[in-house]
């Protein structure tokens, strides 16, 4: 969508006035109620709302007293040329993380047209976001810390959320990250509580303080109100600012402008009547086919003219039932644009959403916006993060445009202060969980891909590879607990014939256990690390989600046989090309992530459950002795991409004992036992204590590693190997003390870093203030 800059000017004047007059509104309603006073208001018009909050009266929003630090608004073109704006947006900037992808898309797309377009750039605008939300602390430049606030990646906003605070360098949280103590929001980290000065939020106005407006909400923290009237915190925009986008203030703007500006508006609404006033509601029950009604609470419109007999007089009840909470408008048909579709340009309907920050005595403007255009041509536009389409926004200059970084080296003082590096428990957790979910898929994946292996080699050592195929089917149902499988009821049959029962293990999502069941979890851990994931191995993730799903679509189609020649060997390739995606990430994690906190918790996830993995195949199937050990050792060690390690050092058929060696004791091997406890040894010690102390005897978590790693350190490959009544007991016996201190492990560490009790809390809290004082 082009704009030329003589006609931005002017919408640029426009909206700052009207951010002005919406910024001056909401103070007044907040403090000395003028408005109201003077009968430019009807009370009624404020007080009868939900979205006004008492308790946010006489609240100062920040140390320049000013309320609006951002503004949006909806703009459309009426049949006479001229913009309206069809809403006006405070709560949180919505669509400007989408306006700045579609940015960064489109600029890489079309760099030539891009560059010669003289396009102006969007830099300047987040910088001056940057600018303003340090200018809100209370706190000095280099103490204070500024965090985004999201409701989670159930959002359909989350993407947005993660994007934008992945480009300014904010920390991410969630209502569950930060903690309010003695007047003052905190944010929980692995370090102790981390006081928080600005909050950006991006959640509803009565979720943010579940002490004070809503009790039933788990997306803010207890106590934030308190926190903002203490001058201990500011949060953007004020919690309670969601009052002015009320539909109904659309009717008093022009009137207001004069009173507050001295000035008419320059960009209006569409004609508005307020229900609550008698003569106003009568015009609108006289006029429903050809007015919008809108909801006071809600962004929704209601087109009457498309209403049958029966919802028209729901609507008209409503109406007078409840009258203060509706609006009419005039219909103002939204101009449109065009779009390629079908390989032909068509027409179709577009609002242009504009977004403004606070700067100093003004208000900058971000020079373009988003365009989001209407699906279908009869269809309402839709919100970007509800599937809606959209397009960048060009404001062209007449002249070359500076190229701006929003990393400019006068604003590099100020802009590194907004993520110090701090780690949230949660994300922690998260980091964790993706580690272990990692290696547990790739542990499945190079199990089923043996298995699949050995059902589709046609060689003339048939009779034993049909033999060590049973073990590894009885593996997989042990390793993906997927039970009754090839170990439970109706096992033989399935024995007999497993290909349905292995695509199930496969590709079947619902069944717990599953590798696809799996994979979900593995790819909601990534979601819920937008903000830390780099683009390249969210590329491998988005590849291994789109290779699933291709192949449970191909199963799914009508007439493919599941259990034909064709499917196997569909399914092996697309095992093939998923441990390439986690060889891909595994690198890309040692070689492209810092090696800080976070990474070490996805380092400490990954030995913990590759250790755990290793210790449930060998016990499925080497502990007992079998005629067939040789060639089951060979799958074994295949599995575990040790084959060729073996046949370089020993160049002998499979033993045991050698096989054992390779597989537990030897610490070169990225896939022994020893080698995964050693490093889990060492990087618990690198993460913080709970404790005052961080050598081993205050350190529950490091004792544990280090207890498995010296069992395993103790044991002799001979006695390991050795067996007794067709069973390796010694092997058992390592197996089964593994098998007791690992998972206590893992309980530990959820217990010391992912669950951070009231008792934690308060006694870092404790700590810090004695320090201090």
């Given at each position: 969508h082009l704009i030329a800059s003589d006609e931005w000017r002017e919408i640029e004047r426009g909206l700052q006035q009207r951010a002005e007059l919406m910024n001056l509104i909401l103070t007044d309603l907040y403090g000395p109620r003028e408005l109201l006073r003077k009968n430019l208001l009807p009370p009624e018009l404020i007080f009868s709302q939900n979205a006004f909050l008492p308790?946010?009266?006489?609240?100062?929003?920040?140390?320049?007293?000013?309320?609006?630090?951002?503004?949006?608004?909806?703009l459309s073109r009426a049949p006479d040329g001229s913009l309206v704006v069809l809403q006006d947006r405070v709560r949180a900037p919505l669509g400007v993380?989408?306006?700045?992808?579609?940015?960064?898309?489109?600029?890489?797309?079309?760099?030539?047209?891009?560059?010669?377009?003289?396009?102006?750039?969007?830099?300047?605008?987040?910088?001056?976001?940057?600018?303003?939300l340090a200018e809100l602390a209370w706190r000095p430049h280099d103490e204070q810390r500024i965090v985004m606030l999201s409701p989670g990646p159930r959002s359909e906003g989350y993407f947005e959320h993660a994007y934008l605070a992945k480009y300014l360098g904010y920390t991410l949280v969630e209502g569950a990250d930060l903690t309010v103590r003695d007047g003052r929001a905190w944010l929980k980290t692995l370090d102790g509580l981390q006081p928080v000065d600005v909050i950006l939020r991006w959640i509803n106005d009565s979720s943010c303080?579940?002490?004070?407006?809503?009790?039933?909400?788990?997306?803010?923290?207890?106590?934030?109100?308190?926190?903002?009237?203490?001058?201990?915190?500011?949060?953007?925009?004020?919690?309670?600012?969601?009052?002015?986008?009320?539909?109904?203030?659309?009717?008093?703007?022009?009137?207001?402008?004069?009173?507050?500006?001295?000035?008419?508006?320059?960009?209006?609404?569409?004609?508005?009547?307020?229900?609550?006033?008698?003569?106003?509601?009568?015009?609108?029950?006289?006029?429903?086919d050809r007015l919008l009604i809108h909801e006071t609470s809600r962004a929704e419109r209601i087109h009457p003219a498309t209403l049958s007999a029966e919802q028209l007089k729901q609507l008209r009840q409503n109406i007078l039932a409840n009258p203060n909470h509706y609006v009419g408008q005039d219909d103002c048909p939204c101009s449109t644009t065009p779009v390629l579709l079908d390989n032909t340009l068509q027409?179709?309907?577009?609002?242009?959403?504009?977004?403004?920050?606070?700067?100093?005595?003004?208000?900058?403007?971000?020079?373009?916006?988003?365009?989001?255009?209407?699906?279908?041509?009869?269809?309402?536009?839709?919100?970007?993060?509800?599937?809606?389409?959209?397009?960048?926004?060009?404001?062209?200059a007449s002249e070359p445009v500076r190229q701006v970084s929003l990393l400019s080296s006068q604003d590099s003082g100020l802009y590194t202060l907004?993520?110090?590096?701090?780690?949230?428990?949660?994300?922690?957790?998260?980091?964790?969980?993706?580690?272990?979910?990692?290696?547990?898929?790739?542990?499945?994946?190079?199990?089923?891909?043996?298995?699949?292996?050995?059902?589709?080699?046609?060689?003339?050592?048939?009779?034993?590879?049909?033999?060590?195929?049973?073990?590894?089917?009885?593996?997989?149902?042990?390793?993906?607990?997927?039970?009754?499988?090839?170990?439970?009821?109706?096992?033989?049959?399935?024995?007999?014939?497993?290909?349905?029962?292995?695509?199930?293990?496969?590709?079947?999502?619902?069944?717990?256990?599953?590798?696809a069941h799996t994979l979900q979890g593995l790819l909601y851990s990534v979601s819920t690390l937008r903000d830390r994931i780099s683009p390249d191995i969210w590329r491998v993730f988005n590849d291994i989600d789109e290779g699933l799903q291709e192949i449970q679509q191909q199963r799914s189609k009508p007439g493919l046989s599941t259990t034909d020649s064709e499917m196997l060997n569909t399914a092996l390739d697309e095992l093939n090309r998923l441990v390439t995606n986690f060889a891909a990430f595994s690198g890309l994690a040692m070689d492209s992530m810092t090696h800080g906190q976070g990474w070490r918790f996805l380092m400490i996830g990954r030995r913990l459950e590759r250790a755990q993995q290793l210790a449930h195949l060998l016990r499925a199937t080497v502990v007992n002795v079998t005629e067939h050990d040789s060639a089951l050792l060979e799958y074994i060690l295949?599995?575990?991409?040790?084959?060729?390690?073996?046949?370089?050092?020993?160049?002998?058929?499979?033993?045991?004992?050698?096989?054992?060696?390779?597989?537990?004791?030897?610490?070169?091997?990225?896939?022994?036992?020893?080698?995964?406890?050693?490093?889990?040894?060492?990087?618990?010690?690198?993460?913080?204590?709970?404790?005052?102390?961080?050598?081993?005897?205050?350190?529950?978590?490091?004792?544990?590693?280090?207890?498995?790693?010296?069992?395993?350190?103790?044991?002799?490959?001979?006695?390991?190997?050795?067996?007794?009544?067709?069973?390796?007991?010694?092997?058992?016996?390592?197996?089964?003390?593994?098998?007791?201190?690992?998972?206590?492990?893992?309980?530990?560490?959820?217990g010391t870093y992912f669950i951070l009790t009231e008792q934690r809390q308060l006694g870092r809290l404790e700590q810090d203030q004695r320090e201090q004082g």
């Open positions: 308790q946010c009266s006489d609240i100062e929003p920040g140390p320049d007293k000013r309320f609006l630090s951002l503004y949006a608004a909806d993380g989408y306006a700045l992808e579609n940015r960064m898309v489109l600029s890489r797309v079309l760099p030539s047209v891009f560059r010669d377009s003289n396009v102006h750039r969007l830099a300047l605008f987040f910088r001056a976001l940057r600018s303003r303080d579940p002490l004070e407006l809503n009790a039933g909400s788990h997306l803010g923290s207890a106590g934030l109100l308190q926190a903002v009237r203490l001058r201990n915190l500011t949060v953007v925009n004020p919690i309670g600012c969601s009052i002015i986008e009320n539909q109904a203030l659309h009717a008093y703007l022009p009137k207001l402008a004069k009173h507050f500006l001295g000035e008419s508006l320059l960009l209006p609404s569409p004609q508005t009547y307020w229900c609550g006033l008698a003569q106003e509601r009568d015009h609108v029950l006289a006029n429903l027409a179709r309907s577009f609002v242009l959403r504009t977004f403004l920050v606070s700067s100093q005595n003004d208000y900058t403007v971000l020079p373009g916006g988003l365009t989001r255009v209407a699906t279908a041509p009869d269809d309402p536009v839709e919100a970007v993060q509800y599937g809606g389409i959209s397009k960048d926004t060009w404001v062209l907004g993520d110090r590096g701090e780690l949230p428990s949660r994300v922690a957790e998260s980091l964790f969980w993706l580690g272990r979910y990692a290696e547990r898929a790739d542990s499945v994946i190079r199990l089923l891909r043996a298995v699949f292996l050995n059902l589709l080699q046609t060689d003339s050592d048939q009779n034993v590879d049909s033999n060590c195929l049973h073990y590894l089917l009885q593996a997989v149902t042990q390793l993906t607990e997927t039970y009754p499988g090839f170990v439970g009821d109706g096992a033989a049959e399935r024995l007999a014939n497993p290909d349905q029962e292995l695509l199930s293990i496969f590709l079947d999502k619902t069944r717990s256990g599953s590798l295949l599995i575990c991409d040790s084959l060729m390690t073996y046949r370089r050092r020993y160049r002998s058929a499979v033993n045991t004992q050698a096989a054992l060696d390779i597989l537990l004791l030897d610490e070169a091997n990225p896939r022994a036992m020893s080698y995964q406890l050693r490093h889990l040894e060492a990087d618990l010690l690198q993460i913080p204590s709970d404790t005052t102390g961080s050598s081993y005897q205050h350190r529950r978590d490091s004792r544990l590693a280090l207890q498995a790693l010296t069992c395993v350190r103790l044991a002799q490959t001979d006695q390991l190997a050795s067996a007794s009544d067709g069973e390796r007991v010694q092997l058992a016996a390592l197996l089964d003390e593994l098998d007791h201190i690992l998972p206590e492990l893992s309980n530990t560490l959820t």
